[in-house]
C-alpha cells in the first residue's frame, strides 16, 4: 500500500515545519514550560492564523477539509519539535464534533476550533480499572440536554479549555457529551507535569452537557490513538534525529561516536520502530478515512507508539551519556513527552488486550 503524501499534506507539512521551527525555541519552549498551561500562547495564535487548527475540519464547518491525514501531519512536524500547544485533543474534539454533532452543535463549536479562539479538550479516562470504551461516569436526561455526574482522570490539556469532550454511560449505553469546562458542578484538581501539557482530574457533580450522535465514542477512541501515534511517531524521529547529530559529532578514541557499530544498531532500531509506526498509522487513517472499521488498526498502530516510540525515546535518552540528564539540553523534552504519549487510554499493554480481544471476537 502507498502511503506516500499528496501535494496538499505536503504544503501542510512545509508550513508546519515553518511555524514550529520558527516557535519552538529553546528559550520559548523554557518559558512554556514554566507557565500555568505549558502553552505557547503564541504559538497557538500563529497555527491558528494559518489556518493549522482548522485542517482537518469539513469545509463547510470552516475548516480545509483535510480529514485526519491532515492531522496526522499537523501532529508529526509537531512531535519532531516537541511544540508545547494542545494540538491533538482539540482536533480530536473539533473531527469528533464534525461527524457526529448536530447542525446546531457545528455551527456553535467548529468556527472556535478552527480559528484557535476557543480550545476544546477530551476526558476520556477515568481511575482504573475503568475501560476507556465502557466509563463509569453517568449520564441522565434533563429536559433538552444532559446531566453528569462521575470523575474523568488525567484530562490532557486541562487549562484554558473552554470545551470538554466527556465519556459517560447512559441507560442504553455510551456515549461523548459536550461539557463548558467552567460548568457549575465542575471541579478541577490540576495535576501539572513537566512536560507541555497541564493536565487535571475533573470531577462532575450533575454539570449540564449536550450529547453527540451515536458512534462517537467509538470515533472520539480511534481518532485519539492515532493522533497520538501520529504525535509519537514525530517525538521518536526528533528524537532520533537529535542523537545521530550528537553522535556524528562527538568522539570518543579519535573517531565519531556514530561511527560504533553498537551505536549503529540501537539508531537503526529506532529507525525500524519508526517506520513500523508509520506504516500502521497510516493504515488506520485510510481505513477511517473510508468510513470503514480502524478500531483493530488504530489499536495496532497505538501499541506500537507506545512500545517502539518509548523504546526510541529511551535511546536517544541513553546515547546521549551524561548530557542527556541535563535539562539545560533539549533531548530530556523528546523523553518526557513520549513516556507521556505512550500512557494514553492506558498504554501498551491496555492496547494488546483490548486487541486481543477483538480479533478473539472476530475469530468466534
Known amino acids: 500500500m502507498d502511503f506516500t503524501l499528496g501535494e496538499e499534506l505536503e504544503e501542510v507539512r512545509g508550513l508546519a515545519r515553518q511555524i514550529f521551527t520558527d516557535y519552538a525555541t529553546a528559550d520559548r519552549l523554557r518559558a512554556a514550560e514554566q507557565s500555568e498551561s505549558g502553552v505557547d500562547d503564541g504559538l497557538w495564535k500563529a497555527l491558528g492564523d494559518a489556518g493549522l487548527l482548522g485542517i482537518a475540519l469539513p469545509e463547510e464547518d470552516g475548516g480545509a477539509g483535510l480529514g485526519v491525514g491532515g492531522l496526522c501531519v499537523l ?16 482536533l ?13 452543535q457545528r455551527e ?4 472556535g476550533i478552527a480559528e484557535g479562539a476557543e480550545r476544546f479538550t477530551v476526558a476520556l479516562e477515568e481511575f482504573a480499572p475503568a475501560d476507556p470504551a465502557d466509563p463509569r461516569c453517568s449520564a441522565v436526561p434533563d429536559g433538552d440536554g444532559w446531566r453528569l455526574t462521575g470523575v474523568k482522570a488525567v484530562v490532557p490539556s486541562a ?13 442504553d449505553g455510551p456515549g461523548v457529551f459536550v461539557v463548558e469546562a467552567s460548568a457549575a458542578g465542575a471541579q478541577w484538581e490540576w495535576t501539572r507535569s ?24 467509538r470515533t472520539v477512541l480511534d481518532l485519539t490513538r492515532i493522533a497520538v501515534t501520529a504525535a509519537q511517531a514525530g517525538v521518536a524521529d526528533g528524537a532520533m534525529r ?4 550528537y553522535l556524528s559529532e562527538r568522539e570518543q578514541f579519535g573517531r565519531p561516536l556514530a561511527t560504533f557499530q553498537a551505536v549503529q544498531h540501537q539508531l537503526a532500531d529506532t529507525y525500524i520502530e519508526i ?3 508509520q506504516a500502521c498509522l497510516w493504515k488506520a487513517v485510510s481505513l477511517l478515512e473510508a468510513g470503514e472499521d480502524a478500531t483493530v488498526a488504530a489499536l495496532t498502530a497505538k501499541w506500537w507508539a507506545d512500545e517502539g516510540g518509548l523504546n526510541a525515546v529511551h535511546r536517544a535518552q541513553h546515547l546521549h551519556g551524561g548530557i542527556g540528564v541535563d535539562v539545560d539540553y533539549p533531548v530530556h523534552r523528546y523523553f ?27 475469530a468466534s
Not at 108 to 111: F, R
Not at 342 to 359: K, Y
Open 75 to 90: 501532529l508529526e512536524e509537531q512531535g519532531r519539535h516537541v511544540a508545547p500547544a494542545p494540538v491533538w485533543p482539540a
Open 92 to 104: 480530536v474534539a473539533g473531527l469528533t464534533i464534525a461527524r457526529h454533532g448536530d447542525a446546531a
Open 108 to 111: 456553535a463549536l467548529l468556527p
Open 159 to 171: 487549562v484554558g479549555a473552554k470545551y470538554v469532550l466527556v465519556t459517560a454511560r447512559t441507560e
Open 194 to 217: 513537566t512536560t507541555y501539557d497541564a493536565a487535571g482530574n475533573l470531577t462532575l457533580e450533575g454539570v449540564p452537557a449536550q450529547a453527540l450522535g451515536e458512534g462517537a465514542l
Open 242 to 245: 537529535l542523537a545521530g547529530s
Open 275 to 277: 517506520e513500523a509506526m
Open 336 to 362: 518526557l513527552w513520549g513516556k507521556q504519549l505512550s500512557g494514553v487510554l492506558g498504554g501498551a499493554s491496555a492496547d494488546l488486550a483490548e486487541l486481543g480481544d477483538l480479533l478473539a471476537e472476530a
